[in-house]
């Protein structure tokens, strides 16, 4: 059974940082794509960033300069380490992989940006 489990969130005040990281557990195989999405309230899922096993990243516009999606292979783990907060970027950060042909989620860890 594969599980991805989200950590990090929590409250911070605007320019903070807060490092998020997601442990795939129950792949036997690699990770093609691991990511990082968001959901703020009323507003639709968005990407924040992707990396490739090989190490490609991509990032939102919003995000660029500020965050930083890494991985851990050995640990099939995911990192976002996010500076400069701003309240634009309370959302619940939700986890992402692919592999084996399929998407996996994340149960998703609330991120609050006060001002």
């Known amino acids: 059974q594969v599980q991805l489990v989200e950590s990090g969130g929590g409250l911070v005040q605007a320019g903070g940082s807060l490092r998020l990281s997601c442990v795939v557990a129950?792949?036997?195989?690699?990770?093609?794509?691991m990511g990082w999405y968001r959901q703020a309230p009323g507003k639709q899922r968005e990407l924040v960033a992707i990396i490739s096993n090989g190490g490609s990243t991509n990032y939102a516009d919003s995000v660029k300069g500020r965050f930083t999606i890494s991985r851990d292979n050995a640990k099939n783990t995911v990192y976002l380490q996010m500076l400069g907060l701003k309240p634009d970027d309370t959302a619940v950060y939700y986890c992402?992989?692919?592999?084996?042909?399929?998407?996996?989620w994340g149960k998703g860890t609330l991120v609050t940006i006060s001002s």
């Open positions: 129950g792949s036997t195989s690699t990770i093609e794509i």
């Open positions: 992402n992989a692919h592999f084996w042909g399929m998407t996996f």
